[in-house]
C-alpha cells in the first residue's frame, strides 16, 4: 500500500533559524496536504499541492511539490515561538483516503 | 461556525464500560471520519461516513462501533475496550468525502482504558 515517509523525526531549532521537513511517497500522488498539531492539540489543515513543481507560500511558510509529485518540502524561515508542533504531510493516491507522514516534530528555544 | 465539536474532552473507562464520543458539525459538510492517535504519531483513520453512510471501515476492531444520526452528529460507541486502545481519537469533517477535501479536525477525546 501507499507509504508516506517524512523526515526528520524531529528538529530542535534557535529562534531566527530556518526549518525544513520533507516528505516522500513510495507512489505517485494526485495531491499532498500538510497540516500542524500544536503540542496539546489537534491538526489543522495548512495548504495542499496539486500541481507537478507547485509552489506555495504562506507568510514565512514555502511549500514544494516535486516534479514527480513523488516528494514534498515545508521550509519555515526564521523561526518563532509560535511555530512549535508536529508539522505531518498526508498523500493522497487516486481514491483512496488520506495518508499520513509520521511527522516532524519541531521545538524552537528562545 | 468552522468548528467540530467533540465531547467528552477526557474519558477514563474500564474495560468493561460501555461510552461513547460524541461529534458535531454545523458547516453543513457531508463527510465525517473517526481517527485515533497515539502519543507522537499521525492519526491513523478508523471509519469514514459520506452522506451518513458507512463508506470505509479500516478493519477496526467490533468493540468500536460508529454512528451517524444525521449529517451533523457522529458517534463511536465502545464497549469490552482494552488498555491499548488507550489514545486522542480525532473526529474530523469534510465538505463531499473527496479524497483531495481538507480535513476539519476536532479538539479530540483523550480516552484512558483501565
Known amino acids: 500500500g501507499q507509504q508516506v515517509m517524512q523526515i526528520p523525526q524531529y528538529q530542535h531549532v534557535q529562534e531566527g533559524e530556518d526549518f525544513t521537513t520533507y516528505c516522500n511517497s513510495s507512489?505517485?500522488?494526485?495531491?499532498i496536504q500538510w497540516y500542524k498539531q500544536r503540542p496539546g492539540g489537534h491538526p489543522v489543515f495548512l495548504i495542499q499541492?496539486?500541481?507537478?513543481?507547485e509552489v506555495k507560500k504562506q507568510k514565512r511558510l514555502t511549500f514544494q511539490f516535486g516534479e514527480a509529485k513523488k516528494n514534498s518540502s515545508l521550509h519555515i524561515t526564521a523561526t518563532q515561538t509560535t511555530d512549535v508542533g508536529t508539522y505531518f504531510c498526508a498523500g493522497i493516491s487516486g481514491n483512496t483516503p488520506l495518508v499520513f507522514g509520521k511527522g516532524t516534530r519541531l521545538s524552537v528555544i528562545a | 461556525d468552522t468548528e467540530v465539536t467533540q465531547t467528552p474532552k477526557h474519558l477514563v473507562m474500564g474495560m468493561t464500560n460501555k461510552k461513547s464520543l460524541k461529534c458535531e458539525q454545523h458547516m453543513g459538510h457531508r463527510a465525517m471520519y473517526w481517527y485515533k492517535q497515539k502519543a507522537k504519531k499521525p492519526p491513523e483513520l478508523m471509519f469514514v461516513?459520506?452522506?451518513?453512510?458507512?463508506?470505509i471501515n479500516e478493519s477496526v476492531p467490533s468493540r468500536f462501533s460508529p454512528e451517524c444520526p444525521n449529517s451533523s452528529l457522529l458517534n463511536l460507541h465502545l464497549h469490552a475496550l482494552q488498555p491499548e486502545d488507550s489514545a486522542l481519537y480525532l473526529c474530523?469533517?469534510?465538505?463531499?468525502?473527496?479524497?483531495?477535501?481538507?480535513?476539519?479536525f476536532g479538539s479530540g477525546t483523550q480516552l484512558s482504558v483501565l
Open positions: 474530523a469533517s469534510s465538505r463531499y468525502g473527496a479524497t483531495n477535501e481538507k480535513l476539519f
Open positions: 507512489t505517485t500522488l494526485s495531491n
Open positions: 461516513y459520506s452522506y451518513e453512510k458507512l463508506s
Open positions: 499541492l496539486v500541481k507537478s513543481g
